[in-house]
Every structure is written in structure tokens, then in C-alpha cells.
């Protein structure tokens, strides 16, 4: 152990740091997208330097502990804080919000599959609910007779203004919709009734912490994180659908500013660490220029 590794040292703390505010810098920068999902560090330390591992009970001796002496730490892995944000109405029927555990699923342009707490939709021109980036919603279509159709998933649609036969051989016409908070789409027509138009679907994983972000606040599945699992809204722990409503960021300003502080002492104690270990040198090899 020498003066070389108390400055790999420092120099790991400092890059500790760094990566905390990176995090929380992220963190503060997301306080206001909906249903961003707050991003928290945790460190590990780094295989310490082993000068004896001790020695049991002897006759003559008591037996001694290990010497080690520490090299620094590390990121050992970033998470995501899936705890519930809260929620806020809106006039917007497109508008959704999840209360409860679980993520919209959409589907890319190229068929790929990514899930998100951000409810933001709205219709295309072909009647279909999609994300600004155009990514579509996911769930149960109906069939010719109205009955949901659960043999797979599909892009959900609300054809506002389209017309379907009612009773007495005459036309309705669809007026508007809202989404229940089991996620039937209801379509309300203009002979007063109310027909059900699709069900979205929800996506729950093992271990959802191990999910990578990707951009577009969206996420996809991994080994670590599992396959998705589907479920109704409201069914077996799922979260149920707040429909005319968005779900804000769950980041704590207050909190994340206290991490902004306690990172930027880390950093600062790393690099008198650092500053000590570079005067300690110049009195080692040029201890003329203390004179």
C-alpha cells in the first residue's frame, strides 16, 4: 500500500461522485415528465488489500484479526424507483393514468415492445391511441359482434364520428369515449347506448428494477428484469386505469437537492484526499521546494 494507491483511491471516490450527480442531476431534470420514475445509486466497495488474513487461537497467542486496508468504491448498480406518482385529472379522455403496479405496453415502429408509466396519448388520423413519439397502445380488440377478442394483443382504436348499425336496423354514431378504470375503452354512441371498444393491457415484471430505460421516458425487458407478464387492470395486483388523468414524476425535489449536496461533499473529501497524496509526492521526490 503506497502513496499511488491512496490516489486510485481518491480517484474512485471522486468518479462515485460523479456518477451521483449524474443520477440526480437526471433526477432534477425529470421533475416535471410524467410518470418519469426517479433513478437511486448504490455503491459497493472495491476489493480491499489483504496484508494477512489472521490467525486463530494458539497456545501462546490469542490469534489475530485480518489486516486489510481498503481501495475504494464503486457503482454497483442504479435502480429505478417504480413507487407511485401522484395524479392529476385533465379533460383529455386519451390521457391515462396507472394507480397501482404496472406499465402500458406499446409497440414501435418496427413491431419492437416497450413499456411506460407515461399515459400521454392521443389519437392518429387512422383512429389509433399513440404516444407523441408514435408509439402504439396495446390490448384486446373487439370482434364483429362486439365481444373482446383476447387472442392477441393489437393497437387499440377509437374511430370518433364512425358509424355501426343499432337496433331496429338504423345507424349510431360514435360520439365520444372514456377509458373505465379496467381499461375498457366505452364508446358512447349517438342512439344512447354504450359499447365496449377494446381493453389495454398491463405489463408487471419479477423484478421490474432490473428493466433498462431507453428514451422517451419508455422501458424495455431484460434477463434481469424477466418477460412481461400481462394482466387485466384491476386483476391480480394490477394497477387500475385513472382515465382524463396523468401521473406526475415521483421525483422529491427536496430530496434530490440533499443528494445534489451530500454527492458534492463526497467529492470534495475525495479530492483533499487527492490534494494531500500530490503534496506527500512532492515531498517524497523534490523535497527541496518545501525550503
Known amino acids: 500500500m503506497g502513496l499511488s494507491s491512496v490516489i ?14 449524474d443520477v440526480t442531476a437526471d433526477n432534477l431534470a425529470n421533475a416535471q415528465t410524467p410518470g ?29 484479526n485480518p489486516i486489510q486496508v481498503g481501495t475504494g468504491v464503486e457503482v454497483a448498480a442504479t435502480s429505478h424507483d417504480f ?10 379522455p386519451a390521457l ?12 414501435g415502429a418496427g413491431g419492437q415492445r416497450s413499456y411506460t408509466r ?23 380488440g373487439v370482434d364483429a359482434q362486439g365481444n373482446l377478442d383476447r387472442s392477441q394483443l393489437r393497437p387499440l382504436r377509437v374511430q370518433v364520428d364512425s358509424s355501426t348499425s343499432a337496433a331496429h336496423g338504423g345507424v349510431s354514431i360514435l360520439r365520444s369515449y372514456a377509458v373505465a378504470r379496467d381499461g375498457r375503452l366505452v364508446g358512447n354512441y349517438s342512439d344512447g347506448t354504450n359499447r365496449t371498444l377494446g381493453q389495454l393491457q398491463l405489463a408487471r415484471f419479477a423484478n421490474p428494477a432490473g428493466l433498462a430505460a431507453r428514451a422517451g421516458n419508455k422501458f424495455q425487458a431484460t434477463t ?34 440533499i443528494e445534489l449536496t451530500l454527492a458534492g461533499n463526497m467529492f470534495q473529501a475525495n479530492l483533499a484526499v487527492l490534494h494531500t497524496a500530490d503534496n506527500l509526492l512532492g515531498e517524497l521526490f523534490f523535497p527541496w521546494r518545501s525550503r
Open 83 to 92: 413507487s407511485q406518482g401522484s395524479i392529476v385529472t385533465s379533460e383529455e
Open 224 to 257: 434481469a428484469s424477466g418477460l412481461a407478464t400481462t394482466f387485466d387492470p384491476g386483476q391480480s395486483g394490477a394497477a387500475e386505469v385513472v382515465g382524463g388523468a396523468r401521473e406526475l414524476s415521483n421525483v422529491d425535489v427536496g430530496h434530490e437537492l
Open 36 to 64: 418519469f420514475k426517479a433513478t437511486t445509486v448504490q455503491f459497493a466497495t472495491l476489493m480491499p488489500q489483504t496484508q494477512s488474513l489472521g490467525s486463530g487461537s494458539a497456545a501462546l497467542s490469542g490469534g489475530t
Open 8 to 21: 486510485q483511491t481518491a480517484l474512485s471516490g471522486m468518479n462515485a461522485a460523479t456518477a451521483w450527480v
Open 118 to 140: 407515461q399515459g400521454q396519448f392521443a389519437l392518429n388520423s387512422d383512429g389509433e391511441l399513440v404516444t407523441p413519439a408514435g408509439d402504439r397502445l396495446l390490448g384486446f
Open 96 to 107: 391515462l393514468a396507472l394507480e397501482g403496479e404496472g406499465l402500458f405496453i406499446l409497440q
